[in-house]
């Protein structure tokens, strides 16, 4: 294999590892404070250190792991404070990333997030975490639209990265969830939907900034359930 194929190679093998990683912190399986063990990743991977340690110094970048001298890398933990912190960046982000977009979503496109949403509410909650699920899916419908026309790459990226942080957490305080919030999600989601179909800026802004507001409560009390 010539130098350029060895290099595309390695960078496919770091990013397939990158994911790998970071979905094992994102789900928990590498919960907080927990060491890396690079070695071990190594052979389950059947792969060198090296792409390995470039995927966990951009995972150490995102905010994922922090690196202790001599030790090794660690899985960040998590606090309220940093809860805190990425809810306060999205109340500023996500607001403007609606204001770009409000213009440039197809009528089509708002009539499906519209069954979407429907869909979601009457769909029976059967499992203990269904509710969680679809909140999920609200989010992913909803806020996923809108950054992808929002027509700014740099603040797109900003803002999912800061919304899988903190689905970590959501993650993580899910089991101890005692009221189904479903109905408040849904709620919130559509009065940004609607103020979307009115073409309303100002008005869907309002509304982004007032959901995001309401879901750093909500996982403030969850948060602090789980921690006491």
């Known amino acids: 294999m010539d130098e350029m194929g060895s290099k595309i190679n390695r960078v496919n093998v770091t990013e397939e590892i990158y994911r790998i990683v970071k979905e094992d912190i ?13 070695d071990q990743l190594a052979r389950t991977l059947e792969v060198s250190n090296i792409p390995i340690r470039e995927a966990l110094s951009r995972l150490q970048s995102e905010g994922y792991l922090h690196m202790v001298p001599f030790k090794g890398m660690y899985v960040n933990l998590m606090s309220l404070q940093q809860l805190n912190e990425l809810f306060e960046i999205r109340l500023q982000l996500e607001p403007l990333a609606v204001e770009k977009a409000v213009l440039q979503i197809p009528d089509e496109k708002l009539a499906k997030l519209s069954e979407t949403l429907n869909a979601l509410r009457s769909n029976p909650i059967s499992r203990a975490n269904d509710g969680l699920a679809s909140v999920v899916e609200m989010n992913a419908s909803i806020h996923g639209t809108i950054l992808a026309y929002c027509d700014n790459i740099s603040l797109q990226n900003l803002v999912r990265g800061y919304i899988e942080q903190i689905q970590r957490y959501l993650t993580f305080i899910k089991i101890n969830l005692d009221v189904d919030n479903r109905e408040v999600e ?21 509304a982004m900034y007032l959901h995001i507001s309401n879901s750093q409560k909500r996982a403030n009390v969850q948060f602090m359930k789980t921690e006491g």
């Open 186 to 206: 849904w709620a919130e989601h559509n009065a940004i939907l609607q103020r979307l179909i009115q073409r309303d800026v100002n008005g869907a802004s309002t």
């Open 26 to 38: 994102l789900t928990h399986k590498l919960p907080a404070g927990e060491k890396v063990n690079i």
